[in-house]
């Protein structure tokens, strides 16, 4: 009997390892596809829980599938794991984590489902960082995106909202659509909190997400997060409202926020739940600046040196508010809306005030 040749072996041989591959990439492609199809609908349950039935139902049509690769389990038990914590029932979450672990140890699943696993905020932002460090030094295939979506979560419960804003946007650009969808809208609220200590009140916190605000918000956030009332109050405890009354009849207050008139002797006409507009709050944040620099000459500075000549398109230079707003654009507390126009008439948002506010302090 002829042997083959080594010529008909290395075909042979070649062959087969082409037909390997491409089971490997088949199976590769079909893990994705079904993991894939897993975060469409379990993901979002982090905002919305009510889906949850459909995904269980998904996650045990899988489990009975003949598919008997370890890996393709193990994920397909962190899943299953991450969906009880959704449903309130931490126990079958525990125990699907074993499982996972036993099957895939360090899977991106089983890392992220034993990090929601750990109920110590602290404790758990540590476990991200560690995670973060590993795949960062080339584990889990590079895949930072999903622990930067665990870090910014546990930041946010923290109230670093920096920390949590800048593990955000790391992550949104790793990953599909779907988390900055998902996830946009804690990016957002961390950002606007950005410039909250982590021992900000609810109160204050409340105040800072509004679109916009009111008087009685803007005195309660000067009251609160500065200092910058002691010349009014002494030292004292006044509520907002009568706060109010005393910066009014001091005219922190403006009489109005209508940057037209040219007569500072306006009868005050503002009230406790006024939206504030940015000509008011120019008016008021320079008048903070003044009274504690103790130099009301602040209060005519660039009248002075202007002689009426407004450099703003929008602003008169006979406005009661032309020496607040051109002070605020040249201290930095505010700045021209397009580069050149005030906007006085625009709002202003509770995060943006305690910003200026800041600026000041």
Known sequence: MKKPSFVLLGIVFFAGCQSLQRDL???SERDEAVFSGLAEIIVPLDGAPQGAAAARNRITELEKTSIKDRNFEGRLKAWSGRLFLIEGKRREAEARFKEAENLFPGSVEGRVLGIRLEQDPEKRRILCEETLAEARGGGFLGRQGEFNIELGRTQLELKNYREAAAAFDSAFPLLSTLYRRI???DRNKAWEL???DP??????AGISLKRTITWEDAVELTRTETGLLLFITGGGSPNTGELFRRLTDHSVIPPTQDMTEADEKIPPGLKLHDVVLRSG???????LFAENRADRNLLTRYSSRYAGKSPLPDLGGTSIFFDSILGCIERQFMAPVDGKNFNGAGTVSGAEFLGMLKKIR
């Not at 021992?199 to 204050?204: D, G, L, N, Q």
């Not at 709050?281 to 008048?287: D, Q």
């Open 194 to 196: 950005r410039n909250l």
């Open 199 to 204: 021992e900000t009140s609810p109160r204050t």
């Open 25 to 27: 990439q088949y199976t």
């Open 281 to 287: 709050a120019a008016w008021y944040l320079w008048r």
């Open 183 to 185: 996830y946009g809208d």
